[in-house]
Each structure stands twice: as structure tokens, then as C-alpha cells.
């Protein structure tokens, strides 16, 4: 039977709707008013511009408002849901999720009630409010259900998938909640196995943040760093659900996608050593060979005469300048200025005279052959150019490289001069680097959330920790699902090449929440080999049948597929097809040859429900039900296939299926036998 007060909360939902509408009419009247009170015309702009923005935020049609009640020890009681809504007198009707009065609806326990009697989550279908689940911390046998109403948490994970991520804003867990809720000032390490929300937790932890630090992050702005164009598709919608439209998301290579397309692709073994962070050394060496100075010194000419600065002063105006802390390009103005002084004052002799300094300097640096002297001690560097140098000419690449990347290091990495704006996904960190070497340090925004950030090789993390103002930093991954070539082992590794923040915090989510456990008991079997030391995750679900495995001839495991994935696709919302990179196209082929259209991962289109993937382009998706085709061809698929499978296995949330011919890995086979026993 439902909860008794469920017409009582209905009630409630239905004026928390009327106060909300009658916020959207306010704002709207203040909008169409044109007699705006403001100073000038720019602030009335600047005003109707904020008001609109409210009025958009105002606009929430399809989302539920309110998902819960908490009743304090006090008497006070608050209703929480994804906004504020006030009455007509500014009193509060619903508290924004984020608000630090709603912290208990998240954190409070048996054992730690958060100073609640009561706590109810409503359980809703479609927007209509239908059962209350209520947890009575002051009468602990209230905590196992209310009148067998399943917990909202589990209703939520049983539902089918769309292609694309939902907020989690009614179901965030104390684990998830603690981590979103941490200080801004943190850089915060959150280790996480699969299906314990990693990327939910990134994502509201950036909505929590917007609410928290409004005016500061309004000017430095958030950036949200995913792994590739596929996942943006799949979370582009969670932010703006939470009514935060304004955080930056990308990929590390969009950061310069602007600037420089992506022509070519690099062998991992190349894209190993470009991401090695010994590179940064090699290109500070070579912006460093633009620094020469003459054994005979220097001789510039002003008017008539010349004036020579000998060798060791010259040296001493270049090692005053590097010793700045500064970029190269401002160290080498600084050397200028330095040597005109020094010039000045050999001309004058330390006498007064109506010649000053400044058009001393100008007519010195306006005369052709001294421009040139000075030039040629210390070259201009163009960042872009210094790295297509390093890239393409082997003599100055020798230079900068000297005991710093062996010989062999040195020729995997070069490439023809006909090619040398053939720029790979892995140039663009080194031109990042060179650029804050040379010119100074990007735009710097006020927070930066990574996600899948245990791929990332060392360059590409220092090249978004020169992003983050104060390292203020959420860096989101799992060990056991790194595959990048260059890939730090160890979270510790990661901070080393962030910059060493002092204000790293390191975090965990031990609990999944997406994969049934049997899924996830399965995926485990693999990280004794995919990730020693990487302690395994835990389900919450206790639901779900356990992986169908089915064995084919070799000519026969395609069109199996097709079929299975086929009948799936009229039971399931989502299913994805996972295969190794060689076994990709023949399955989309044997697909589509029977008349249907696939879907683009992350693509949501319930008229394509189904879709064929790389398992390297699974991480962080998921799906209603998933076929791992050929485990052991995806398992020997580079140094981390291992890793690989563990991604496949981990996207289904409610039909796993492995599909081979080949005999499945031998730990596999163990854990069929198991389930079998």
C-alpha cells in the first residue's frame, strides 16, 4: 500500500508548482518592463540580461522540483529538490539541493542522523508524485521500508537508459555527497571503481560549486576536461538539468582545437615518449638554444660610435634575466632592457647628460646592425615553431634532448619536414607547454573538473594544471581502467606531474550503484591482473541474472551477434555491441546489411537504440544491455587489453552477454564454472 501521506505531499508539490510559476510571472513582467532603473543604458542591459537568465532558469517543464522532506530535531522542516522556490512573502516552499540546510537529506545515517527525525524520498512516476519512502532515525526498525516501498535509489537504477546521462541529484549517496560538497580551495583525487558514479559525482560537484562560489566562478569559470567527443555527447545534459549552463566542457585536445586541426595519429610507443614528462625539459632546453652568447662579446653602434660589452657582461645580463621567474619571452625584454642600460652607461660614463635612456634605447634598437647584434644573442622564439623544430630537425632536437631522451627516443619521435604541421592529438600538450614556456601560463579558470583523468599522460596534466586557479582541481578516475600509453601508475604520479598541490586530498567511492553485482563480480576476476594493488568496488544491486556466455564456430560469431543484438534491441532501450578496434566494422556491416540504422555513441534516438563500439571508447558510457564480442581479442589488444575488457564488461546495467569463439580468458572461465557451481 502506498505511504498514507501521499495526498498530503501531493498537495504540497502542487503549491511548491504554483509558488514557481508565480516566480516565472514576476520575473517575466520585470523583463517586459523597459523602464529598468540603472544608471546608464549599458547597466539597464546588463540588468535585463540577468533577469532573462533567471527567467530561463525559471523554465523547468520536465524535471521533478522536489524529491524529498527532512524534519529536524527542532521542528523545522524542508522540503529539497533541484531549486529554490519561495512563496509570494520570500519564505521557502523548496531549499536547493545544494543549500547547506539540505546537506542532512544526503548524509544522515542511523548511526549519525545529521540531527533529523525524519527523512522521506519521494518515488515518482514520470512527474506524478506515487509512494513515499520514510526512514524514522528515531525508531531504527522504520529504516528497513515503509509498508515495502523499495528504496528511490533502487527504483532509479532499475530504470532504462536513454543514451545519455541523468543527473543523480535525487539519489546522491553520503559517499558521493561528501566528495561534491568538499571545500573549492582542495585539488581532490577521487579514486572510483566502475558504477559508482564518478562522473555524476564531477559533474554535480561543478553544479554544487557554481551555487556555492556564484560571483567568484562568474569570473573565473568552471572547465569540465572528458576523454573524448563521445562522452561530452553522453553528459552534455547533466549541468544544464541542474540549471547550470555556464561551466566550459571539452576535451584536453579541444582546449586548442581552435587553432590546430588534428591530421595524423601517433604509435602508442610514439605517443608514449611525447607524453613523458621529460619532454617539458626538452622543450625549455630548446627554447633555451635561442640564447647565444658571443666569445668577442657584443659591439652595438649608436650614431658614430661603437660600444662593445664584453663576453662575461653579456653573460651577466642573460643570467640576471633567466633567473627570473618569468616566462622566456618577458626574460628576453628584461635582457634588452638590461643591455641597453649597460650600453647607456658605457656611453655616458656615469655622466648626466640630455640624452635619456629611453631614446637612447629607441635609436640603438632602430638601427639595423645593432638590432641584429642583439637579436642574435637572444633569438625570438615562436612557440609553435619551437616545437615543429623539435619535431622535424634532427640536429637542434640532439641539442635539446642530450640526457634527456636516448637516441632511440630522439628518431621515434621525429618526422619528416614535409610534414611537420601534420599535427597529432599528442603535439598539442608539447604546444601547450611551449607556449606557457614562452609566453606565460593560459586562461586560468576558477575550478577544474577532469574526469577519466587515469589516461592522461604527464604533458597533458600539466598542461590542465597550468588551467586550474590555485589547483583548485576535481581529478576523477580509476587505475584499473588506465589505457594511455603514457598513463601514471599511481595517483601519486598524477599529483607529481599536477605540480605537487599542497592542497591535494585524496578520495574514494567504494560503492557501485549502476552494475548488478553479478556484472561486477565478473569484471572483478580481472584486477589481480588489470591493477594490482586497485581494491575491487562493491554492488549495492543484488538484482539482475548473471552474464549469459555463448560460444560460436569462428564464421558464425558475427552473425550470431547481429542476430542477438537485434532481438535485444526490442527488449532494451540502449544496447551496445563492444568489441575489439579489428572486429568493429565487420559488426556494424553485419548490422546494417539487415536494414538497420546504428546509433552514434552517446547519440540519443530511441528509434536507434542500438549501437557498435571500440572498447577504448567505452569508458564511462553505459547501456541496458551490452554484448562483449571476442573477450580474448580485446583482452591482447596492447600493453592494457586487460584493462579494456574490464571497461567492456562494466557498461551493462542490466544484460551482459560475451560472445566468443576463441576460448574466453582463463579467469573468466573460472567465474562461469562458479556461477555454474
Known amino acids: 500500500m502506498p505511504h498514507p501521506d501521499v495526498s498530503f505531499e501531493r498537495a504540497r508539490l502542487d503549491f511548491a508548482q504554483s509558488c514557481l510559476e508565480a516566480m516565472r510571472r514576476r520575473t517575466a513582467e520585470k523583463v517586459a518592463n523597459e523602464d529598468i532603473l540603472a544608471a546608464n543604458e549599458a547597466d539597464a542591459d546588463a540588468v535585463r540580461w540577468?533577469?532573462?537568465?533567471?527567467?530561463?532558469?525559471?523554465?523547468?517543464?520536465?524535471?521533478?522540483?522536489?524529491?524529498?522532506?527532512?524534519?529536524?530535531?527542532?521542528?523545522?522542516?524542508?522540503?529539497?529538490?533541484?531549486?529554490?522556490?519561495?512563496?509570494?512573502?520570500?519564505?521557502?516552499?523548496?531549499?536547493?539541493?545544494?543549500?547547506?540546510?539540505?546537506?542532512?537529506?544526503?548524509r544522515a545515517t542511523l548511526a549519525d542522523p545529521f540531527g533529523l527525525d525524519r527523512r522521506r524520498r519521494f518515488v515518482f512516476s514520470a512527474r506524478e508524485l506515487t509512494d513515499v519512502f520514510e526512514e524514522d532515525f528515531t525508531?531504527?526498525?522504520?529504516?528497513?521500508?515503509?509498508?515495502?516501498?523499495?528504496?528511490?535509489?533502487?527504483?532509479?537504477?532499475?530504470?532504462?537508459?536513454?543514451?545519455?546521462?541523468r543527473d543523480i541529484v535525487a539519489t546522491i549517496q553520503?559517499?558521493?555527497?561528501?566528495?561534491?560538497?568538499?571545500?573549492?580551495e582542495t585539488c581532490l583525487v577521487v579514486q572510483g571503481g566502475p558504477g559508482t558514479g564518478k562522473t555524476a559525482v564531477g559533474l554535480h560537484r561543478a553544479a554544487f560549486l557554481l551555487y556555492e562560489h556564484r560571483a567568484r566562478l562568474a569570473r573565473e569559470g568552471v572547465l569540465v576536461v572528458g576523454p573524448n567527443p563521445v562522452f561530452l555527447r553522453y553528459i552534455s545534459q547533466v549541468l544544464p538539468s541542474l540549471g547550470?549552463?555556464?561551466?566550459?566542457?571539452?576535451?584536453?585536445?579541444g582546449l586548442l582545437a581552435l587553432r590546430f586541426r588534428v591530421v595524423s595519429e601517433d604509435a602508442r610507443p610514439v605517443a608514449a615518449i611525447k607524453g613523458d614528462a621529460r619532454l617539458a625539459d626538452v622543450i625549455a632546453r630548446g627554447a633555451a638554444d635561442a640564447v647565444r652568447v658571443p666569445a668577442d662579446g657584443l659591439t652595438v653602434r649608436f650614431r658614430t660610435r661603437r660600444l662593445?660589452?664584453?663576453?662575461?657582461?653579456?653573460?651577466?645580463?642573460?643570467?640576471?634575466?633567466?633567473?627570473?621567474?618569468?616566462?622566456?619571452?618577458?626574460?628576453?625584454?628584461?635582457?634588452?632592457?638590461?643591455l641597453v642600460r649597460r650600453a647607456y652607461d658605457r656611453y655616458t660614463?656615469?655622466?648626466?647628460?640630455?640624452?635619456?635612456?629611453?631614446?637612447?634605447?629607441?635609436?640603438?634598437?632602430?638601427?639595423?646592425?645593432?638590432?641584429?647584434?642583439?637579436d642574435a644573442c637572444w633569438r625570438s622564439v615562436s612557440p609553435v615553431g619551437l616545437v615543429r623544430s623539435l619535431l622535424t630537425q634532427r640536429a637542434f632536437l640532439a641539442r635539446a634532448a642530450a640526457g634527456v631522451l636516448s637516441d632511440d627516443e630522439q628518431r621515434a619521435i621525429l618526422r619528416p619536414r614535409d610534414r611537420a604541421d601534420a599535427w597529432t592529438a599528442d603535439d598539442l600538450p608539447l604546444i601547450d607547454e611551449a607556449e606557457a614556456f614562452v609566453r606565460g601560463a593560459p586562461r586560468r579558470f576558477g575550478h577544474v573538473v577532469v574526469d577519466e583523468a587515469q589516461d592522461l599522460s604527464p604533458m597533458q596534466l600539466r598542461m590542465l594544471a597550468r588551467r586550474a586557479q590555485r589547483h583548485s582541481m576535481t581529478v576523477l578516475g580509476d587505475l584499473a581502467q588506465a589505457t594511455g600509453p603514457a598513463s601514471p601508475s599511481t595517483w601519486e604520479a598524477t599529483l607529481r606531474h599536477l605540480g605537487r598541490p599542497v592542497n591535494a586530498q585524496p578520495a574514494e567511492l567504494t560503492m557501485g550503484y549502476r552494475l548488478p553485482g553479478s556484472f561486477l563480480a565478473l569484471a572483478n576476476r580481472l584486477l589481480p591482473t588489470a591493477a594490482p594493488g586497485v581494491a575491487a568496488s562493491r554492488s549495492v544491486r543484488a538484482d539482475g541474472d548473471p552474464p549469459d556466455t555463448h560460444e560460436f564456430a569462428p564464421e558464425q560469431l558475427v552473425p550470431?551477434?547481429?542476430?542477438?543484438?537485434?532481438?535485444?534491441?526490442?527488449?532494451?532501450?540502449?544496447?551496445?555491441?563492444?568489441?575489439?578496434?579489428?572486429r568493429v566494422d565487420a559488426l556494424r556491416r553485419a548490422i546494417e546489411d539487415r536494414g538497420v540504422v546504428l546509433a552514434e555513441p552517446g547519440e540519443v534516438d530511441p528509434d536507434r537504440p542500438l549501437v557498435v563500439l571500440a572498447a577504448r571508447l567505452a569508458k564511462g558510457l553505459e547501456f541496458d544491455a551490452v554484448i562483449v564480442a571476442e573477450p580474448a581479442e580485446i583482452a591482447e589488444e596492447g600493453p592494457h587489453g586487460v584493462r579494456l575488457l574490464f571497461v567492456a564488461l562494466t557498461r551493462a546495467v542490466q544484460h551482459l552477454a560475451l560472445a566468443h569463439a576463441r576460448p574466453l580468458p582463463a579467469v573468466l572461465v573460472d567465474a562461469a564454472a562458479d556461477e555454474d557451481a
Not at 522542516?77 to 540546510?101: K, L, N
Not at 523499495?150 to 537508459?161: H, I, K, Q, Y
Not at 635619456?356 to 639595423?368: K, P, Q, R, S, T
Open 139 to 165: 525508531d531504527p526498525d522504520s529504516l528497513a521500508g515503509s509498508g515495502g516501498v523499495p528504496d528511490p535509489l533502487l527504483a532509479e537504477l532499475g530504470r532504462a537508459r536513454t543514451g545519455q546521462m
Open 308 to 338: 662593445t660589452l664584453e663576453a662575461h657582461d653579456v653573460r651577466e645580463i642573460v643570467d640576471e634575466a633567466r633567473r627570473r621567474d618569468a616566462p622566456f619571452a618577458t626574460q628576453r625584454e628584461r635582457f634588452r632592457k638590461s
Open 349 to 374: 660614463g656615469g655622466v648626466a647628460i640630455e640624452l635619456d635612456e629611453n631614446d637612447f634605447g629607441a635609436a640603438l634598437l632602430a638601427d639595423a646592425e645593432s638590432r641584429k647584434a642583439i
Open 244 to 253: 547550470e549552463t555556464s561551466a566550459t566542457q571539452t576535451t584536453v585536445d
Open 560 to 582: 550470431a551477434i547481429a542476430e542477438h543484438a537485434l532481438a535485444l534491441a526490442k527488449e532494451f532501450g540502449t544496447v551496445a555491441v563492444i568489441a575489439g578496434d579489428g
Open 50 to 106: 540577468q533577469l532573462q537568465r533567471r527567467l530561463a532558469s525559471l523554465d523547468d517543464e520536465v524535471a521533478v522540483l522536489c524529491f524529498g522532506r527532512i524534519d529536524e530535531e527542532s521542528g523545522e522542516r524542508w522540503y529539497v529538490g533541484r531549486r529554490h522556490i519561495e512563496d509570494g512573502d520570500g519564505v521557502p516552499v523548496v531549499v536547493d539541493w545544494r543549500a547547506g540546510v539540505a546537506t542532512p537529506f544526503y
Open 174 to 184: 553520503a559517499e558521493q555527497d561528501a566528495i561534491i560538497r568538499a571545500p573549492i
